[in-house]
T-cell receptor, first 115, second 119 residues
Framework: DGGITQSPKYLFRKEGQNVTLSCEQN?????MYWYRQDPGQGLRLIYY???????QKGDIAEGYSVSREKKESFPLTVTSAQKNPTAFYLC??????????????FGEGSWLTVV | AQKVTQAQTEISVVEKEDVTLDCVYE???????LFWYKQPPSGELVFLIR??????QNEISGRYSWNFQKSTSSFNFTITASQVVDSAVYFC????????????????FGKGTHLIIQP
């Protein structure tokens, strides 16, 4: 099936540890994104990548890192520098074609809890 | 800077009632795109509709309809004859024109409206 796959669905991390969230898409989309969602809040952009081997910081990039070595993959690392990492993380992708209006499609999300 | 406001934090109605979710946006662009997404309890965001700034026609899809008014910078979403399965958090979002040269990307989201449909 075509879509965006995030793993793991649930992840627990001890304070001081880095953790990496996986995001894979088979939609042949050029652009990929990571959003963070806190309870009762909207989504906030962490990082985005418009093309392989290139990525840009979003609104809340501090304490996070990403890589884009392959078109279909955009992993997010939550580092120990992130002060409050417990949240719901959503990966997304889009075609970047102007005619499509940059419609962004989302994965099912990953819950990260720091214990 | 772009901004999306969903003033209604939570709405609760009885099944079969009509309900309207409000969305007000701010942008300096003349070309932009507006979206609505549904987030059921499972967490995934489901795309509902996209509207570009040059198309002010209202749209109807089954029990869903959208009212886009540039004069008031609003893009409201109405569910007619609501059902329990409509219970979810609904997000309104705004995207700039990817060709505007500013290099910005991604969507700006409102904080969402939690819709509760009671049986």
């Amino acid at each position: 099936d075509g879509g965006i796959t995030q793993s793991p669905k649930y992840l627990f991390r001890k304070e001081g540890q880095n953790v990496t969230l996986s995001c894979e898409q088979n939609l042949n989309h050029d652009a990929m994104y990571w959003y963070r969602q806190d309870p009762g809040q909207g989504l906030r952009l962490i990082y985005y990548s418009q093309i392989v081997n290139d990525f840009q910081k979003g609104d809340i990039a501090e304490g996070y890192s990403v890589s884009r070595e392959k078109k279909e993959s955009f992993p997010l690392t939550v580092t120990s520098a992130q002060k409050n990492p417990t949240a719901f993380y959503l990966c997304a992708s889009s075609t970047r074609q102007i005619a499509t209006g940059n419609t962004i499609y989302f994965g099912e999300g990953s819950w990260l809890t720091v214990v | 800077a772009q901004k999306v406001t969903q003033a209604q934090t939570e709405i609760s109605v009885v099944e079969k009632e009509d309900v309207t979710l409000d969305c007000v946006y701010e942008t300096r662009d003349t070309t932009y795109y507006l979206f609505w997404y549904k987030q059921p309890p499972s967490g995934e965001l489901v795309f509902l509709i996209r509207r570009n700034s040059f198309d002010e026609q209202n749209e109807i899809s089954g029990r869903y309809s959208w009212n886009f008014q540039k004069s008031t910078s609003s893009f409201n979403f109405t569910i007619t004859a609501s059902q329990v399965v409509d219970s979810a958090v609904y997000f309104c979002a705004l995207s700039e024109d990817p060709s505007n040269g500013r290099g910005a990307d991604g969507l700006t989201f409102g904080k969402g409206t939690h819709l509760i449909i009671q049986p």
